[in-house]
């Protein structure tokens, strides 16, 4: 099936611009080639499954002094992460999930950006999502002389150094072979997503959690887009059986955003719960490194508790699990998929009224997911 006309008329329009971008000519900038950038436009979960490649980063080039660009919506992650020397936001077009203004707006900031980039003489950048063609423009006309990204027809006019994309393998692995390619490194054998907390959210979570005995379960029903959502009646039913075949406390989790999705689920129990709302992601993290199991829908936060060390359930529909799955040991991080063979399709852009023909998440039943979770329960 052909996309509509309207599409159609966009991409052909974003083709010539960037033809066009890709005329004018290359002007370096004098960079340090120890000054290295890294962008990364989305959100938290792709965010943590760069972090082994700034590992190999770090690791391999000591001196290296490294930022990395990444949206408002993922500083904190990145803020996190003690490989970095420094983190700097940009609103991405596209990432920050508000509609979208002129066709024009990208490209204008583009060349602001570009031009806040070039003054700050970064030697080689690196652009780490796949098809992020802006980011491969941005770091060209920043006159960054080593400008490392993905071999696609979009990007690979604006690189100096345009390595393969392998379709089909995870995404940490994307990362670190572009890293290793790129400037000539051993990859890692064993990586691992990295997040580190501080003493202060440390101590958050033990204040808040308290003295207990019963084992920490948390419940993230928040997925990030309306096709990855499980019912909420159905995440109720989950933590009342939780809560009773093994006397667990049940924690459900959400943003500030997320309390009426938190609220719902509480209302449905018939056991008592404890909500965290609207906690940052540092203090989220040490709460999640408390618990025996997080649950929830394919989403940051259940990568944040992978990354946190703490055995997870995954319900994954129209995104590649193989792709985009947990990253850690499979005995401990289980996958429940329902049996659609549309999955995955990878489109999370279905429209609220779309949604109800896309049942792929909605269509998992409470025993298989229930199965797993106590599974990993009983250790």
Known sequence: MNPPLHIRAKDRARRVLLGLLARIPFRPQTGAKDRILLI???????????????????????????????????????????????????AFPGFTRRPKTSLLAPYLQLFREARRLRSLAFGCAINLRYDFWWGAALIYLAGIPQRMGYDL????????????YRHGQHEVEQ?????????????TESPSLEFWTTPHEEAFASQWLGSHSAPLVAIHPGSGAPVKQWPLPT?????????????????????????????????????????????????????????????GVDSGVLHLAVAMGTPTVHLYGPVSAATFGPWGEKGRHLVITSNMPCVPCDRLDYSPQEVKDHPCVTSIGLEPVAAAAESLLKG
């Open 153 to 164: 027809p979009l990007c690979r006019p604006f690189l100096s150094h345009p390595i393969a």
């Open 235 to 295: 995440f109720a039913r989950l933590a009342d059986r939780l809560a009773q075949s093994h006397s667990s406390t049940i924690i459900i989790t959400g943003s500030a955003a997320e309390a009426g999705l938190v609220r719902a689920v509480g209302e449905a129990m018939q056991n008592p719960f404890r909500p965290l709302v609207g906690a940052s992601l540092g203090q989220l993290a040490a709460v999640l490194r408390r618990c025996q199991l997080v649950v």
């Open 175 to 187: 990362n670190l072979s572009l890293v290793a390619q790129g400037l000539g490194l051993e990859p």
């Open 40 to 90: 990364r436009p989305d959100h938290l979960g792709d965010v943590l499954f760069t972090t082994p490649a700034l590992r190999l980063l770090a690791d391999a080039l000591p001196k290296a002094n490294i930022t990395y660009l990444v949206g408002p919506w993922s500083w904190e992650v990145a803020a996190h992460n003690n490989n970095l020397h420094h983190v700097q936001t940009c």
